[in-house]
């Protein structure tokens, strides 16, 4: 995804996933913005790795029409599935080919975020070490489906944005964290971290996509497949406010300064 303002995106695992598409659906429109990293917990962990693929094999394009497919397939789960045994694996292997986002070409550069389910230590699994198993363990809701064994250990979901100090990449200039509600403190912790972990002088510009209408959709993180009309409305809710960022003109700054470099919610 070459050109244009890099940009580092975070995927909250408190975010309902079809919100999360229409805002990545909104965003793969704009030609004057590209993805760097993107790091992703929870069930974005899925969407992630299927636009990373879309990119990697036809460009923005592609990845719309990945993401599409991956709602249509869980549409499908929610509809014809006959028992409650996880899904995600099948519906991820229909959807990616690993080896292509190992490349050392793929345009976007994953870190899934997964919690260790016997000590609760956040895991990011990045470069070679992003598999089917890390994504389908970032995307597990604990408690309701078993833990995920990887390296003799196991793993699920975990929403703590903690750990983007350790994935932050200082290439992109701008961070923009999508999720469910407004993070407030965690992170302005977050850029304060990110500035002491990497040394940098300039903090990067980070800015937050949330869920007006998050509570209302509280009840679908356990069950985030649903009926396809269900999910296009929250997908278009998603390009809406992706839409309103835009218009904000957020990306449209000089050289960042230390003291720019704070949440911005729209």
Not at 62 to 84: D, E, P, Q
Not at 192 to 197: E, S, V, W, Y
Request: a neutral charge; glycine letters at 10%; proline letters at 4%.
């Amino acid at each position: 995804m070459d050109g244009g303002q890099l940009v580092d995106v975070v995927l909250a695992s408190d975010a309902h996933g079809a919100f999360v598409w229409g805002v990545l659906d909104r965003l793969l429109d704009e030609p004057g913005l590209s993805f760097g990293n993107i790091t992703a917990s929870g069930f974005s962990a899925l969407e992630a790795a299927v636009l990373a693929y879309g990119l990697a094999l036809a460009g923005r394009r592609g990845a719309r029409t990945a993401l599409v497919n991956l709602w249509r397939r869980i549409s499908h789960v929610s509809v014809f599935a006959t028992n409650k045994a996880n899904p995600l694996r099948s519906i991820l292997e229909q959807s990616i080919d690993i080896a292509e986002l190992r490349k050392k070409g793929c345009p976007v550069k994953l870190s899934i975020s997964a919690s260790n389910a016997r000590t609760d230590a956040v895991r990011v699994f990045s470069g070679d070490q992003v598999s089917i198993d890390a994504i389908v363990a970032a995307a597990t809701v604990p408690f309701l489906f078993p833990a995920v064994e990887i390296d003799g250990e196991t793993y699920w979901g975990d929403g703590d944005l903690a750990a983007l100090g350790q994935v932050r990449s200082v290439e992109a200039g701008h961070l923009l964290i999508i999720a469910g509600k407004p993070l407030g403190f965690t992170t302005q912790c977050a850029d304060r971290n990110i500035a002491a972990n990497h040394g940098a002088p300039k903090p990067p510009l980070t800015h937050t996509i949330f869920d007006r209408q998050h509570r209302a959709g509280a009840a679908l993180f356990a069950r985030p497949w649903t009926d396809w009309s269900e999910l296009t409305d929250r997908r278009d809710r998603g390009r809406e406010r992706a839409e309103d960022w835009l218009l904000a003109g957020h990306l449209v700054v000089n050289e960042p300064s230390a003291a720019d470099g704070k949440t911005r919610y729209v």
